[in-house]
């Protein structure tokens, strides 16, 4: 009923940048928040930066200073500006989005993912 689908991903040296895009469809009543996960080889799940619907953002320690969040509500998409990237920054990127679909129904759904690779 709802899809998220990324794009953006790719191969970059150190210290270069990227731009990730997120775009949310289907039977969508509200996007209550939006964010983006990554998660390397060997590794969890962590959580890089997300945004709610009144705009409080949060990211990771990580890459604080260096990424960007910002979303288009109208347009259900959120994006991540990802500059000054580094090798530890190497990892699938995956955009989530908490939905309500119903007036009484909401779920989070998932994106496929993106790769990103940052080499040295």
């Known amino acids: 009923q709802v899809q998220l689908v990324e794009s953006g991903g790719g191969l970059v040296q150190a210290g270069g940048s990227l731009r990730l895009s997120c775009a949310a469809s289907?039977?969508?009543?509200?996007?209550?928040?939006m964010g983006w996960y990554r998660q390397a080889p060997g590794k969890q799940r962590e959580l890089v930066a997300g945004?709610?619907?009144?705009?409080?953002?949060n990211y990771a320690d990580s890459v604080k200073g260096r990424f960007t969040i910002s979303r288009d509500n109208a347009k259900n998409m959120v994006y991540l500006q990802m500059n000054n990237l580094k090798p530890e920054d190497t990892a699938v990127y995956y955009c989530?989005?908490?939905?309500?679909?119903?007036?009484?129904?909401?779920?989070?759904?998932w994106g496929q993912g993106t790769q990103v690779t940052i080499s040295s």
């Open positions: 945004i709610i619907s009144g705009g409080r953002i």
């Open positions: 989530n989005a908490y939905v309500r679909t119903r007036v009484d129904y909401s779920n989070t759904y």
């Open positions: 289907g039977s969508i009543l509200s996007i209550n928040a």
